[in-house]
């Protein structure tokens, strides 16, 4: 019955993962209806919009017996360390966010998808830059297959393949930021939205005073699409924490690769975009290296049982490096 259950559960979560990693890999279908908007007042209407239906869900979700529904606002706010790492979380994401928007919004969808698929290695290399953790070898090789992957973008465009660095760097320094002020992912994001609501509004505000503004100006289906980015970007958020809560992380860590691949044929197949032989040589190259990051991830998952009964000092190698790919299996909460 019990082992019935947890099967039952197991294939809950890999149902509410799906959920979550297949609605940001759709997103490139979503931005376009949004037009004729421009980037960054989808941006100011995603950041406004996603603050009410956060405290939505923090207002109906379940809390446990004897807390109270609003208790972790008393805690943030005497502690400004967290106040400022959210802060600067807010900034990388949105500067994330707008890229993304705009990139998918300019035909640039593929580049969008090899950024997020660096991603992982970016934050394995953010870990050792400055979180000083300790990398196995096929990390390693992982990163230094990765940094080729991205010359040879690079030599095919004539130029760096700057929409994927800048989604990369930003995402990664996003899942720092969050790793080190631990707070739950719906609580930080409301603290997130919360920062970054007064800004995106006197945006929107600013549009108007100039007559530029386009909510409310190109019908009713545009207005409630542009309304509908704030549920959009909570629910997944939802789903991912179903998922995360009934799954192994190693689990987790491979349903979020769907997200770039399906980036990556929404913009191939859907929008039409090429793809040259240089950039799907850049392609066949980082997937290489997240196939040994991946392999790698897994024997640490199946390690980690073991080594928990035994002494500290022999597993500090590999927790300090299985802490990177921890951050990186479960920063996506709030990606694309």
């Not at 973008?153 to 995402?171: C, E």
């Not at 990051?293 to 022999?314: E, F, I, K, W």
């Amino acid at each position: 019955m019990g082992d019935s259950g947890s099967a039952a559960e197991r294939r809950l979560g890999v149902g509410f993962g799906v959920a979550a990693y297949g609605a940001w890999g759709l997103f490139p279908l979503y931005w376009p209806l949004l037009k004729p908007a421009g980037a960054g007042e989808i941006l100011a209407h995603r950041m406004a919009w996603s603050l009410l239906a956060v405290l939505v869900l923090l207002a109906v979700r379940r809390v446990p017996g004897g807390a109270a529904r609003w208790g972790w606002v008393r805690e943030i706010v005497r502690t400004p360390r967290k106040i400022a790492l959210l802060a600067a979380a807010a900034g990388a994401i949105s500067v994330n966010w707008f890229v993304y928007i705009w990139s998918v919004n300019h035909g640039h969808t593929v580049d969008t998808a090899f950024g997020y698929f660096i991603n992982p290695l970016v934050t394995v290399l953010f870990g050792v830059v400055l979180l000083r953790e300790r990398l196995r070898r096929l990390q390693w090789a992982a990163v230094g297959i990765g940094a080729v992957a991205v010359l040879v973008l690079a030599v095919g465009y004539g130029k760096a393949p700057w929409i994927a660095l800048v989604l990369a760097a930003s995402f990664g320094t996003y899942g720092l930021l969050k790793k080190v002020a631990a707070v739950p992912a719906a609580e930080a994001m409301a603290v997130e939205s919360t920062l970054q609501f007064l800004p995106a509004v006197g945006y929107l505000v600013w549009l108007q005073a100039h007559g530029t503004l386009d909510f409310a100006h190109h019908g009713a289906g545009n207005t409630g699409l542009l309304v509908l980015a704030g549920p959009v970007t909570v629910v997944p958020l939802i789903c991912f924490g179903a998922a995360a809560n009934r799954l192994p992380l190693s689990v987790v860590g491979l349903l979020q690769f769907l997200a770039p691949i399906l980036q990556f044929l929404c913009g191939v197949l859907v929008q039409h975009e090429s793809v040259p032989p240089a950039r799907l040589a850049g392609f066949l190259i980082v997937w290489l290296a997240l196939v040994l990051l991946t392999v790698d991830a897994l024997r640490g998952a199946r390690r980690r049982p073991a080594s928990a009964s035994a002494p500290a000092q022999s597993t500090s190698t590999s927790d300090s490096a299985s802490s990177i790919l921890d951050s990186t299996l479960t920063q996506a909460s709030t990606s694309a």
